[in-house]
Structures are given as structure tokens and as C-alpha cells.
T-cell receptor
Framework: DAMVIQNPRYQVTQFGKPVTLSCSQTLNHNVMYWYQQKSSQAPKLLFHYYDKDFNNEADTPDNFQSRRPNTSFCFLDIRSPGLGDAAMYLC??????????????FGPGTRLTVL | GQNIDQPTEMTATEGAIVQINCTYQTSGFNGLFWYQQHAGEAPTFLSYNVLDGLEEKGRFSSFLSRSKGYSYLLLKELQMKDSASYLCAVRDLGGGSGGYNKLIFGAGTRLAVHP
């Protein structure tokens, strides 16, 4: 089945210790997104890739970086996690824009705990 | 600014009908999505509206009025498994490279279905 996979599902890190979350997709979608979702809040878009082109949201802290080495994989790097970065991180993909309703397909998420 | 409003919580009885409302104010509009999100899981796509009117999909229907900035999700014949958060999301053409499918999410409505 075509899908979006995130690893790990649960990640624990220490305050200030860099952490990387990974996302892979078998949908061959051009666009990949990273969202941060805190408890009972809306998913907040951090950035997205359209193919290799990186698009950062204006209010995304510099502490968050991303890499997309190929179509299938995308990584979220948190350089120095703070307690406020504890959240669910959702990866999503979509097909090229403006064609049909091209919904976003979400992975299961990685729940990050910062100690 | 961008603003999407939904009720925080709703309760309903198994077998009943429930309507979840969403109002939005966004700088652009290119469709409205409803997603279902069970606790600790990824959002899953339910429905999409881009033109005014009602879209029906089994037990779920979604309505849109663009002039009023208003949508609702109607769930019929409620089942216990429908207990989840329901997220309203507006698609805005976010610019960036080639344009892309940027979703602005509401905080979600937590629905509790009881026997």
C-alpha cells in the first residue's frame, strides 16, 4: 500500500541534544510537509519541499531545519531542542498543486519528548 | 490575518446526527478540507469542498458557503468509533516555488460519542 512512514513513532531527547526525525513516502508525491502539533492545537506548518525547493514558513524558528535527499525521504532536524519543542511532528505529502483536490496524506507522526 | 474557528468540544449520542461548524477568514481560498484525527494518530482525509453546496460521502457530508466563510461537517448514524477530533482546514495558495497546497488548520473539535 502506498503510504507515508515516520520513524520513530516516539522519540525522547534531552534538552539541547540534537535530534532528527525521518519521513518516507511511497506515493511519489512532489511536495512534502512538516507540521508541529501541540496538544489540543492545530497542526502548524513548519516548512515544505516542492521537489528540491525548500520553503520555510516565516515564523519557523531557526532551530528547525530540514533535508530532502531524494523524492522519497525528508528529515526534520532540531538542532537544540527546548522544552517547548515537545510535540507531535507530522509529515505529509501531496501531489502537484492545482490538480483535483490533491489532499495531503499524513504519516502517523512522531511524538517528541524533551527531558 | 488567518483565522479558523471551530467549537472546542461536542458530545453526541450513538445513532444520532451531529453538525460541526467551521468559520474561516483567510487571505486566500482554494478549497476547504475536513480531517478526522483520533488521539495520538495522524489526521485522515474526510471531505473536500471548493464550490458552494453540499458534498455527501456515506455517513459524512460537508457543506460550504464561500460568501459567508462557513462550512459544516455532518455526521449521521453516529458510532462510538466516530469519537475523535475533527479538523477544518482551508487551502490557501501559499506561493513559494510553483505554488503549493498550503493548509491552514483550525484547532479541531473534539467529539465524544456516548451510548
Amino acid at each position: 500500500d502506498a503510504m507515508v512512514i515516520q520513524n520513530p513513532r516516539y522519540q525522547v531527547t534531552q534538552f539541547g541534544k540534537p535530534v532528527t526525525l525521518s519521513c518516507s513516502q511511497t506515493l511519489n508525491h512532489n511536495v512534502m510537509y512538516w507540521y508541529q502539533q501541540k496538544s489540543s492545537q492545530a497542526p502548524k506548518l513548519l516548512f515544505h519541499y516542492y521537489d528540491k525547493d525548500f520553503n520555510n514558513e516565516a515564523d519557523t524558528p531557526d532551530n528547525f531545519q530540514s533535508r530532502r535527499p531524494n523524492t522519497s525521504f525528508c528529515f526534520l532536524d532540531i538542532r537544540s531542542p527546548g522544552l517547548g519543542d515537545a510535540a507531535m511532528y507530522l509529515c505529509a505529502t501531496s501531489s502537484p498543486p492545482l490538480s483535483s483536490y490533491n489532499e495531503q496524506f499524513f504519516g502517523p507522526g512522531t511524538r517528541l519528548t524533551v527531558l | 490575518g488567518q483565522n479558523i474557528d471551530q467549537p472546542t468540544e461536542m458530545t453526541a449520542t450513538e445513532g444520532a446526527i451531529v453538525q460541526i461548524n467551521c468559520t474561516y477568514q483567510t487571505s486566500g481560498f482554494n478549497g476547504l478540507f475536513w480531517y478526522q484525527q483520533h488521539a495520538g494518530e495522524a489526521p485522515t482525509f474526510l471531505s473536500y469542498n471548493v464550490l458552494d453546496g453540499l458534498e455527501e460521502k456515506g455517513r459524512f457530508s460537508s457543506f460550504l458557503s464561500r460568501s459567508k466563510g462557513y462550512s459544516y461537517l455532518l455526521l449521521k448514524e453516529l458510532q462510538m468509533k466516530d469519537s475523535a477530533s475533527y479538523l477544518c482546514a482551508v487551502r490557501d495558495l501559499g506561493g513559494g516555488s510553483g505554488g503549493y497546497n498550503k493548509l491552514i488548520f483550525g484547532a479541531g473539535t473534539r467529539l465524544a460519542v456516548h451510548p
